[in-house]
């Protein structure tokens, strides 16, 4: 099963407040995809980022769109599965670029899986998930959230690249 890059590090005993985003996700700056996102500003600008920590019964992470911090659930920063983590840090890192770029991060025209800042971030982090050997059936479960229905879970798979049939995904590198 495909994990997180070994030159990353999660700090995954919350405590609720803000923080420096270095301070819980350590290595980012080395990653490509991440460089990808912020060139030669990356060290600079996650060097600056800061994450707020809150306690909640659901959600997972977010980016403010009135100062483009990042939001983590506490419970799912000590308790949720590595690698989805690490994707969804990828998936915020690109919001937080929309944000410096002056995006309406939530623009409520588009349905959730049709925003195209959502189909941006999503498109990144699936990117990085077969880059680290996800295999498509995994990056299929990986998009599904509780808030999300089956036809939406469908296009967004669609919209971020993913090959379907019969409602499931075609390995990239299935010979059938
Ligand atoms: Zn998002």
Redesign the pocket.
């Known amino acids: 099963m495909a994990e997180a890059p070994k030159t990353v590090s999660m700090i995954r005993r919350p405590q609720i407040g803000i923080h420096p985003f270095t301070e819980y996700f350590k290595g980012f700056e080395q990653v490509l995809s991440v460089k990808q996102i912020f060139m030669e500003k990356t060290v600079k600008v996650l060097g600056s980022l800061q994450i707020e920590i809150f306690s909640k019964r659901t959600g997972y992470m977010?980016v403010s769109d009135e100062d483009g911090h990042i939001f983590v659930n506490a419970e799912y920063l000590r308790d949720g599965e590595e690698r989805g983590i690490y994707l969804d840090v990828i998936?915020?890192l690109v919001?937080v670029k929309q944000f410096m770029e002056g995006k309406t991060l939530f623009d409520h025209r588009y349905a959730y899986v049709d925003r195209p800042?959502?189909i941006e971030?999503?498109r990144h982090a699936v990117k990085e998930a077969r880059g680290i050997g996800a295999t498509e059936k995994e990056i299929f479960e990986y998009l599904k959230t509780e808030w999300i229905n089956i036809q939406d879970h469908k296009r967004l798979a669609k919209h971020v690249g993913m090959k379907l049939r019969k409602g499931q995904p075609i390995e990239l590198d299935s010979r059938s």
């Open positions: 977010g998936h915020e919001h800042t959502e971030a999503y």
